[in-house]
C-alpha cells in the first residue's frame, strides 16, 4: 500500500488477557518505529528496529510488552496480561533511514493507530 | 532527557491569519525537527522535517524555521483556512535512529470560518 497500516484499528480487551497489535511500514522502509498516545503522557516513543534488529529495548514500558519484526516488513508488539493503564493509541511509523548510510535524513511516517482500551 | 514544548497550547483565529506555532527544545544535540499535524482520532501527517544543517522548509502554505543553538523552531502559517484545524506537533530527534522523536503536547489550532 501506499501508507503505513495497523491493524486492528480499535482493540477491546478485558484485563489480564494478551493482545497483538500489527503494523505494515511503507513498502522498502528499513526503520520502523512504536509510539504510544496516551491522555496522561501525550506521545512517547517505545522501540526502533532496523531491519528486523531492535537495539534498544529500554523505552517498552514494562516486561509485559515485546515487539518483534520479521522479514524486514511487518512489526507485531504484543502486550501480556494487559492492565487498564495500557489503554491507549499506539502508533507505528517508517522511514527510509538507514544506519549505514551517509545522511541523517529520517522523515518518519505515521499509521493511522491501534486504539487499545483495556477494561 | 528532550525536553519540548510547545506555545501556544491553543489557538482559535478567523481564517485568513497568518498564524507562528512556536516550539523549544531543551537539547540542541539534534539532527532533524519534524513538524506534524494530528487530526482528531487521526495519525500523524508529516508535514516538514528540517535536518540540522538547515534553517528553514517550506512548503505550500507552511514554513517552519530552525535555530538549533537557541533550541527553537517556529511554524509559520500563511493565510489560515478552516482546514488547517488540528493539533500540530514538533518532534526533534537526536539522530541514530534509536532515540525516536521526543513530541512536545502540540498546539492546538482552530481556524474559524
Known amino acids: 500500500g501506499a501508507g503505513v497500516s495497523q491493524s486492528p484499528s480499535n482493540k477491546v480487551t478485558e484485563k489480564g488477557k494478551d493482545v497483538e497489535l500489527r503494523c505494515d511500514p511503507i513498502?522498502?522502509?528499513?526503520?520502523l518505529y512504536w509510539y504510544r498516545q496516551s491522555l496522561g503522557q501525550g506521545l512517547e516513543f517505545l522501540i526502533y528496529?532496523?531491519?528486523?534488529?531492535?537495539?534498544?529495548k529500554s523505552g517498552l514500558p514494562s516486561d509485559r510488552f515485546s515487539a518483534e519484526r520479521t522479514g524486514g516488513s511487518v512489526s507485531t508488539l504484543t502486550i501480556q496480561r494487559t492492565q487498564q493503564e495500557d489503554s491507549a493509541v499506539y502508533l507505528c511509523?517508517?522511514?527510509?533511514?538507514?544506519?549505514?548510510?551517509?545522511?541523517?535524513?529520517?522523515?518518519?511516517?505515521f499509521g493511522p493507530g491501534t486504539r487499545l482500551t483495556v477494561l | 532527557k528532550q525536553e519540548v514544548t510547545q506555545i501556544p497550547a491553543a489557538l482559535s483565529v478567523p481564517e485568513g491569519e497568518n498564524l507562528v506555532l512556536n516550539c523549544s527544545f531543551t537539547d540542541s544535540a539534534i539532527y532533524n525537527l519534524q513538524w506534524f499535524r494530528q487530526d482528531p482520532g487521526k495519525g500523524l501527517t508529516s508535514l516538514l522535517l528540517?535536518?540540522?544543517?538547515?534553517r528553514e522548509q517550506t512548503s505550500g502554505r507552511l514554513n517552519a524555521s530552525l535555530d538549533k543553538s537557541s533550541g527553537r523552531s517556529t511554524l509559520y502559517i500563511a493565510a489560515s483556512q478552516p482546514g488547517d484545524s488540528a493539533t500540530y506537533l514538533c518532534?526533534?530527534?537526536?539522530?541514530?535512529?534509536?532515540?525516536?522523536?521526543?513530541f512536545g503536547k502540540g498546539t492546538h489550532l482552530i481556524i474559524q470560518p
Open positions: 528496529f532496523q531491519g528486523n534488529s531492535a537495539p534498544d
Open positions: 528540517i535536518q540540522s544543517s538547515q
Open positions: 513498502s522498502g522502509h528499513t526503520a
Open positions: 518532534a526533534p530527534e537526536r539522530g541514530g535512529g534509536a532515540d525516536g522523536l521526543t
Open positions: 511509523a517508517s522511514s527510509l533511514f538507514d544506519t549505514a548510510g551517509p545522511s541523517s535524513y529520517n522523515e518518519q511516517f
